[in-house]
């Protein structure tokens, strides 16, 4: 592998905060440094890369995905651009224009349409061409079927409409198989690639793509696209079937079991599980998939063989479930044993103080999505509609980081868009004001804390400083600097001469990708066509 010189742009690393150019070495960050010293470096290498004037940082690493479900909706069947009832039938008839048997699609939300009446289903079925068809929530937790497909997979017992809960799992444990998943999988790692990300860590689980969609994937991994790992959402109840389920993947591939493994649903299908009813369905809290010694049962299991374990937790009725189960597995096997293993939740999107604090007492690291409340939260929002007052302090970053709970960002793609920097836009400007954190911080928590989340042995990840693994991207950035959402924060901390790294800004413009590189490896490359484009 080649000895390249990067050189006349900026280089995002604490080592250096004023560093412009960057020497990579086969896999390893050499060198990093101002041009003067670059000069000689350049006499040394085998290639020079004049970046002028880009941003090379740490990749991103995507820490809750779904790769299939992704590349699907990058291929086409994305119903996430319907604002009507009528928009939804015309995109589902062009989908089954191009599919040549059901009719698989995902991605409506009807919770801000101006008339959110969904399509009946004769208009649907037309609409598909007389065909079955399985249109997915945005949120992946109901979705629109007909009798035609039902009848197909042989679910007869399920009314057609609407499904949610056991029925929708029904219906998605008979599609599983029934599409070319590995080409979707490696679509949307080539999708990631082409955003800047070097890492993905996949939800995969039995109620999802199913374990062969999963091992197809692991075995995409070849250098050339960004690295992939995952969590298995299996309910175990003993040690032995959560070791044997582990030995079952390839060594160090799989994180743990879990991730999406559900204790509740989702707010927008109304099945996130809550403490009091929801505020447009009165009588309604939610689904809770598993009981208080179920989820006792799979901690233990995991603990006992120093596993790993995560749970999709949105509500705060499930968070106190899930709390609750905690307190039990630590009267059979103690705290410290569930302290080691780093237990891990997914969205936690309604955290009270006091739960935050039972939280840090078990040591257990937490996965948000700040697009979420981008896109759902705010006056007249999806968040305001189903909870009311309750919709106040949400998805509060800020609490998590001041309290010392572990914190990882990500984008549960597809049901919100792959792009890091608008997770960090996302992040810096939440609706509630008490809830934001800094450029800085949210970066971090899709770069460097995403690694230590994921066991990570090399201290070195996530960081460009020398030693390094050469895991990078280039960026076209016209503005850098320290950010922060806090007023209240000193002058000095924001000031360039104070040696703070400087990021993009990312109020208005988004960085373009130029370069992804994985250990030395391009991924990605438009870096040539920007530097002609400049010239």
């Not at 004769?122 to 609409?127: G, H, I, R």
């Not at 044993?337 to 997914?346: D, F, G, N, Y």
């Not at 980081?401 to 049901?415: E, N, R, T, W």
């Not at 949210?442 to 960081?463: D, H, I, K």
């Amino acid at each position: 592998m080649a000895k390249t010189l990067y050189r006349n742009g900026s280089v995002y690393s604490a080592a250096d905060p004023f560093a412009t150019s960057m020497v990579v070495d086969g896999d390893t960050v050499a060198w990093i440094g101002g041009e003067e010293a670059a000069d000689r470096h350049a006499e040394t290498v085998d290639e020079v890369i004049d970046l002028y004037g880009a941003l090379i940082t740490p990749a991103f690493v995507e820490s809750h995905t779904h790769l299939a479900a992704l590349g699907r909706t990058l291929a086409g069947a994305d119903l996430g651009t319907a604002d009507s009832a009528a928009a939804l039938l015309a995109l589902v008839s062009e989908r089954a224009r191009a599919s040549a048997s059901l009719v698989l699609a995902q991605g409506w939300d009807n919770s801000s349409w101006a008339q959110p009446e969904l399509p009946g289903e004769a208009e649907l079925t037309a609409a598909a061409d007389g065909r079955g068809y399985y249109l997915v929530r945005r949120d992946v937790h109901s979705a629109l079927v007909n009798r035609k497909l039902l009848d197909e997979l042989d679910l007869g017992d399920i009314a057609s409409g609407v499904v949610r809960g056991a029925e929708h799992d029904a219906v998605r444990e008979a599609l599983v198989g029934t599409a070319a998943d590995a080409d979707y999988q490696r679509l949307a790692l080539e999708h990631y690639a082409s955003r800047g990300f070097g890492t993905v860590v996949e939800m995969a689980a039995p109620h999802l793509e199913g374990r062969a969609a999963l091992d197809e994937l692991l075995a995409l991994d070849n250098g050339e696209l960004p690295a992939v790992y995952a969590f298995w959402g299996e309910l175990v109840s003993d040690a032995e079937r959560a070791d044997e389920l582990m030995r079952s993947f390839p060594a160090g591939r799989v994180l743990g079991l879990g991730g999406d493994l559900r204790v509740d649903g989702s707010l927008g299908s109304h099945t996130a599980y809550l403490r009091e009813d929801y505020s447009d369905a009165p009588g309604t809290r939610g689904t809770l998939y598993l009981e208080r010694e179920q989820i006792a049962a799979h901690l233990v299991a995991c603990s006992q063989r120093g596993i790993q374990a995560a749970f999709h937790v949105i509500g705060d009725g499930a968070l106190d479930t899930l709390l609750d189960a905690f307190d039990l597995a630590a009267e059979q096997i103690g705290t410290a044993k569930l302290q080691m293993c780093r237990h891990r939740i997914e969205h936690a999107e309604m955290v009270d103080d006091a739960a935050r604090q039972r939280l840090l007492q078990y040591s257990i690291m937490v996965s948000m999505q700040p697009a979420f409340d981008a896109a759902w939260a705010g006056e007249g929002g999806m968040y305001q509609a189903r909870l009311g007052q309750r919709a106040q302090g949400m998805n509060n970053l800020s609490a998590m980081f001041s309290s010392g709970v572990p914190l990882v960002l990500g984008s549960d793609a597809p049901v919100t868009e792959v792009d890091g920097w608008k997770i960090v836009r996302a992040a810096m400007n939440m609706a509630d004001a008490e809830s934001r954190i800094s450029a800085r911080a949210a970066f971090l928590a899709q770069t460097r804390s995403t690694y230590r989340a994921m066991g990570e042995n090399n201290p070195l990840a996530g960081q460009l400083v020398i030693g390094a693994p050469a895991t990078f991207a280039v960026w076209s950035a016209s503005e850098l600097a320290v950010q922060t959402p806090d007023v209240r924060i000193s002058s000095w901390s924001t000031d360039a001469r104070a040696g703070t790294p400087m990021l993009p800004v990312v109020d208005e413009q988004i960085p373009a990708c130029l370069r992804t590189v994985r250990a030395g490896r391009i991924l990605f490359d438009q870096l040539e066509a920007a530097a002609g484009a400049s010239l």
